[in-house]
């Protein structure tokens, strides 16, 4: 760990070494920058696969990312390839089953331990010369002119000052900063929570659920030992409620829920509450700054899009700023990228934020749309191949579209 900086100047400085901002950090230092990451959480020293052990599902576009990114050797053994997605209705007819053989793919996606790749991540940015990895510490300040971004940093303490060419935003749903600095957003209070937690089941499969209930989603992801990872998308109201059944009485009413696909429900891990909100930068770059992950889009959970739609944000950024030379952090270099990846964050978003009202409508006119959905998916290969090209990364490089 590199507790303090080196030098005061830097081409790239980012401001939030997580998930994204370590990964956009190893994409740049690949081609050559010098890159600074501010984080202010400390990186645990190793992983832990703890029964209560988060899971994040990747798409088979981001494990390309992060295989070139040289991290993906780190955690693929340990990851989970999905060989099906199960999309159901409660109460209804009509299902529809994602099957990687059916597609003629290897994996639908991969299910990966969030711990394992944050700190394959931080490990790698750790040890590169050309990245200054400055844990703990904040950005206090952004101030941008013609000549460069100023960054002011607490660390330790002490107030310190750094300039970069390139300033990126990468500090999560915590919009405060990009605020001050004149970003403004599209939000929405969806009124709901994901209610997190992972079960023991009788049977392991590497096949992922996502079952739509009068409520909101109920999402399933397999991990090691038997377990699933439940995301249950409820009211505020409800989520009050449940959380003060006893642990054999939420099993029952997953298990209602759900149904017997998977067996019994055997054991309850920690549960943890998240609000669910919607948000997204209606410009995404400004003098020299760039908005990336959270900040730039927070989405709701339903399709487990939100990480996988910024890892392609990264890899187009890097790209662009590659090809644009000298001139990478001019305006016209930043409109190019916003241009690129219009379409593609404009269409994620719109179907996760979309999905989520006709999913807890009660009307039986939007019950059979939905059932009709289902069957449209299973019979028209046009519209399943459209969505999946979509869903599992493969609009931003060429090498992968002939995969689907």
């Known amino acids: 760990m590199q507790s303090s900086i080196a030098t005061t100047n830097y081409d790239i400085l980012i401001c939030g070494g997580g998930l994204v901002g370590a990964a956009f950090a190893i994409a740049m230092e690949q081609r050559g920058f010098t890159v600074a990451v501010v ?53 209804n007819f009509g299902s529809h089953i994602l099957s990687a053989k059916k597609e003629g793919l290897s994996a639908l996606g991969f299910v990966v331990n969030i711990n394992q790749l944050k700190h394959a991540l ?23 002119d013609d000549e460069n971004a100023t960054v002011t940093i607490l660390q330790n303490d002490k107030q310190q000052t750094v300039h970069a060419s390139l300033a990126i935003l990468a500090e999560g749903s915590d919009l405060t900063l990009a605020k001050s600095l004149g970003f403004s957003f599209t939000e929405h209070n969806y009124h709901r929570q994901a209610y997190i937690f992972n079960v023991q089941v009788d049977n392991s499969e590497k ?20 377990r699933y990872k439940c995301v249950w998308v409820l009211p505020t109201g409800v989520v009050k409620a449940y959380e003060k059944l006893d642990d054999e009485m939420l099993l029952e009413k997953i298990q209602a829920t759900f149904g017997y696909r998977l067996g019994r ?27 990336l992950g959270n900040a730039a889009h927070t989405m709701h959970p339903v399709a487990g899009q939100g ?15 590659m090809q644009a030379g000298d001139d990478f952090a001019s305006e016209k270099t930043l409109e190019i990228y916003e241009k690129k ?64």
């Open 39 to 91: 984080e202010s959480k400390q990186a645990s020293d190793r992983y832990n696969e703890a029964f209560d052990s988060r899971a994040l599902a990747l798409s088979p576009g981001s494990q390309a990312i992060l295989q070139d990114l040289n991290v993906w050797q780190d955690i693929a053994a340990q990851s989970i390839a999905l060989e099906k997605v199960h999309v159901s209705r409660r109460g």
């Open 341 to 404: 990846r219009h379409a593609d964050q404009l269409f994620m978003t719109t179907f996760t934020h979309q999905l989520l009202t006709p999913a807890t409508s009660e009307s039986r006119i939007a019950s059979i749309i939905r059932s009709a959905a289902f069957i449209a998916l299973d019979n028209c290969s046009l519209v399943r191949k459209s969505l999946l090209r979509q869903t599992l990364g493969f609009t931003t490089r060429g090498d992968l579209h002939a995969n689907v």
């Open 122 to 144: 931080a490990t790698r940015c750790e040890a590169s010369p050309k990245i200054a990895w400055l844990c703990p510490a904040t950005v206090t300040a952004i101030e941008a």
């Open 207 to 226: 096949t992922a659920y996502e079952r739509f209930t009068k409520h909101g989603p109920l999402a399933m992801l397999p991990m090691p030992d038997n």
């Open 307 to 321: 990480y996988n739609l910024s890892l392609r944000d990264v890899d187009v950024l890097a790209q662009v700023l």
């Open 265 to 291: 429900f055997r054991k309850l891990g920690k549960r943890l509450v998240y609000p669910l909100h919607f948000s997204y930068a209606r410009k995404q770059t400004a003098h020299r700054l760039v908005l």
